[in-house]
């Protein structure tokens, strides 16, 4: 167990929906990250918030979303699903923002879209 | 930018054989890297980092990696497999100046019997 929590675990809905992600990270971790996980594309880097404020952003489309609230949570927001955004969604945190920090994977949120 | 290539996305040894994953990094300064293992239906467990402390890296489960810079290799290995570390591999490197990783894509590992 990471100590990473993500919710829901399994989730199906259909084209052009929204859906949000939850990811709790480890306690005392400041950064959290999201990444997908896709047949097609591998693993991808969308996005990095530190301590509420968004750090770094990777592949994440103008659809999808994402913010980090003062408790430290964090929520991926997919909207105007499409086929194609079927994947699993990992959230992960480290204690900071630093190079070379260990990053610590939750266990993710398949998506289905239908 | 940094990036990593994992050669064989499918590797398949016999149980108690050397286990071997290859990982060749592409990066102006020296990364930071990583191997990672994915289980089936769970997440990535780290294994092991390199952070230029010692170029010879233990990790979990009786893993271990060693950082090449002549070579710009950063192989995965294990004497003796077992079947339980059937599963997925991944490389990954860290930019510098942030945390992001970029991830290889994968080898997937067979253990025989």
Redesign the interface.
């Given at each position: 167990d990471s100590g990473v929590t993500q919710t829901p675990k399994h989730l199906i809905t259909a084209t052009g929906q929204r859906v949000t992600l939850r990811c709790s990270p480890r306690s005392g971790d400041l950064s959290v990250y999201w990444y997908q996980q896709s047949l097609d594309q591998g693993l991808q880097f969308l996005i990095q918030y530190y301590n509420g404020e968004e750090r770094a952003k990777g592949n994440i489309l103008e659809r999808f979303s994402a913010q980090q609230f003062p408790d430290l949570h964090s929520e991926l927001n997919l909207s105007s699903l499409e086929l194609g955004d079927s994947a699993l969604y990992f959230c992960a945190s480290s204690p900071d923002g630093d190079s070379g920090n260990t990053i610590y994977f939750g266990e993710g949120s398949w998506l289905t879209v239908v | 930018a940094q990036s990593v290539t994992q050669l064989g996305s499918h590797v398949s040894v016999s149980e108690g054989a050397l286990v071997l994953l290859r990982c060749n990094y592409s990066s102006s300064v020296p990364p930071?890297l990583?191997w990672?293992v994915q289980y089936p239906n769970?997440?990535?467990?780290?294994l092991l980092?390199y952070?230029s402390a010692a170029t010879l890296v233990k990790g979990i489960n009786g893993f271990e990696a060693e950082f090449k810079k002549s070579e710009t290799s950063f192989h995965l290995t294990k004497p003796s497999a077992h079947m339980s570390d059937a599963a997925e591999y991944?490389c990954a490197v860290?930019?510098?100046?942030?945390?992001?990783?970029?991830?290889g894509?994968?080898t997937q590992l067979k253990v025989e019997l």
């Open positions: - | 930071y990583f990672y769970q997440g990535l467990q780290l980092k952070t991944f860290s930019d510098i100046g942030g945390n992001k990783l970029t991830f894509t994968g």
